[in-house]
């Protein structure tokens, strides 16, 4: 997925911090009294030479910078941009909150009080020299918007930009954060009593989908090929996706379910290349391109199926929410 990050830098401050940090990368070796030795371990393994340009952002009013940053990936492509110009880029390698490393680096905004805690490291940095209204002007803005505040685009924007201007990153795979890994895992732990309880409910609820639409029988047809499956080989699928589903839909088991074979025909349902229309039609996504799927779908998954009419609105549902046409 594109990302772009468009980071306002020029203030005086801000520009002194990118001459700093960004034109003159920060050395390791002189703030790894700042950083978790895991992060230091995993910087250097991507910066060799233990040099790394970082750049960073206050919390915000309100925290909603942090709320900003949290969207931003390992890959995504920053824009610096100030002087009504961007004038450079990087492509962000990690994230990392560090108010000891931020204060130490930057110190802290005179006004608010705030240092730049929401790190992330970057490389492969440009300079550039695009005006506003050519960035305005690939992204769909209006042609005199100004670039304020921290801002991550959506993807449709980000790829039209890096298109325009050639600046698509290397498809390069960074490895994981230690830190995040852990905190992940961390989290995985805390929630998971809640998991396990949110399992066995769904357990229930999934055995008595099968137990309806299987009748206690050992095989059972596909919906959308009509060939016959061991029950092992049949996913209980919802109609609607369960999701969106009332508490009156989902205990709807005459209705809300259907049997889907695990080798094709689920997950092409469950990811919006065949839904099915009023009359019966199945609709097949001119969006899959791949042969092995498309010729799949065309010469497996058959053209009609009997909708009973208790169905028709849960496919109605499908096909206008989830078909991708």
């Not at 029950?231 to 609607?240: E, I, N």
């Amino acid at each position: 997925m594109s990302q772009i990050v468009l980071q306002p830098s020029g203030s005086r401050e801000a520009v002194e911090h990118y001459g700093n940090t960004i034109t003159e990368p920060v050395k390791l070796r002189e703030v790894k009294s700042k950083l978790d030795p895991k992060l230091t371990k995993f910087l250097r393994s991507i910066f060799p030479n233990g040099q790394v340009p970082m750049w960073g952002i206050t919390p915000g009013g309100n925290g909603g910078n942090v709320t900003k940053w949290e969207r931003v990936e390992p890959g995504a492509v920053v824009l610096f941009a100030g002087g009504s110009e961007i004038f450079g880029s990087g492509v962000v390698v990690t994230k990392f909150h560090n108010k000891a490393l931020a204060k130490h680096l930057w110190g802290a905004d005179k006004e608010s009080g705030m240092t730049w805690e929401y790190m992330y490291a970057l490389t492969d940095i440009r300079e550039l020299n695009i005006p506003y209204k050519d960035f305005n002007r690939a992204v769909g803005y209006k042609p005199k918007n100004v670039i304020r505040g921290i801002n991550v685009l959506d993807e449709e924007k980000s790829e039209a930009f890096l298109d325009s201007f050639d600046l698509q990153p290397k498809r390069v795979e960074f490895p994981p954060n230690p830190l995040d890994v852990e905190h992940a895992v961390k989290k995985l732990d805390e929630l998971d009593e809640l998991d396990k309880k949110y399992e066995a409910a769904s357990r229930v609820e999934q055995a008595a989908l099968r137990e309806h639409l299987l009748q206690g029988q050992g095989k059972g047809k596909c919906f959308f090929c009509g060939r016959e499956f061991l029950s092992g080989f049949l996913h209980a699928a919802h109609v609607k996706k369960r999701a969106e589903c009332t508490n009156k839909e989902k205990r709807d088991l005459r209705n809300i379910g259907m049997l889907n074979c695990v080798f094709g025909c689920d997950q092409l349902y469950e990811r919006g290349y065949i839904a099915v229309d009023a009359s019966g039609q199945v609709a097949k996504s001119r969006k899959l391109k791949n042969e092995t799927e498309k010729t799949y779908m065309e010469s497996i998954v058959t053209t009609t199926v009997n909708v009973p009419a208790g169905q028709k609105q849960y496919f109605a549902w499908h096909l206008k929410n989830k078909f991708k046409k």
